[in-house]
């Protein structure tokens, strides 16, 4: 495995500048530069700052992060103007493969950019992909029971309207049979 990237050896609180200023996407990669070194001076003159071609390389993954973030909301504000507000089995199932597809992402490019990954992320990742896979399951579930009380009631409602037919003249043996026959209801 490789070794981690300068960026991610970095403190913290260079990381988040770092990672605040390319998200806000105002910087070119030489203003960025100049603007870590006059946030961060000791680290500058120690040397402790990560190189013009290591930011870059992590412009670029924030920037692949940014338009999939984007894209995202894009698809999200569709389903909103689609659906309506109300948060629904669309738009759960949406979330769900939201979730799936970032975690693969995050894990494939763990993996391409030879990271080590450590025990802790990999679990990271593994609730994530069960937590996506528990709310599609969820999902399907909640539809399931909402058919099912739709097809009960359906039932009741067409019953009803059979035994006020039956009380105009029509048979018991017709009823059961349009029970049955036609409609698949057991008599």
Do not use: C, W, Y
Not at 1 to 7: D, F, L, T
Not at 50 to 71: G, M
Not at 73 to 89: K, P, Q, R, S
Not at 161 to 178: F, H, Q, V, W
């Amino acid at each position: 495995m490789g070794r981690k990237s300068s960026i991610a050896r970095l403190p913290e609180r260079v990381q988040t500048h770092i990672t605040r200023r390319l998200r806000e996407n105002r910087l070119t990669l030489d203003q960025l530069i100049a603007d870590l070194i006059e946030a961060f001076p000791d680290e500058a003159k120690s040397g402790g700052l990560p190189s013009r071609s290591a930011v870059h390389r992590h412009s670029q993954a924030v920037a692949e992060i940014v338009a999939h973030e984007r894209d995202m909301a894009i698809a999200a504000n569709a389903l909103v103007a689609e659906l309506g507000e109300e948060f629904d089995a669309k738009s759960g199932a949406l979330l769900a493969q939201a979730v799936t597809t970032l975690a693969s992402r995050t894990a494939m490019r763990r993996i391409q950019d030879g990271d080590e990954m450590e025990i802790g992320d990999v679990l990271d990742l593994a609730r994530a992909a069960k937590a996506a896979q528990e709310a599609r399951s969820l999902n399907l579930r909640e539809r399931q029971a909402v058919a099912k009380a739709a097809r009960e009631k359906l039932i009741e409602e067409q019953n009803k309207k059979l035994d006020t037919i039956s009380n105009r003249g029509l048979s018991p043996e017709t009823i059961a049979e349009i029970r049955r026959s036609i409609l698949g209801i057991a008599a």
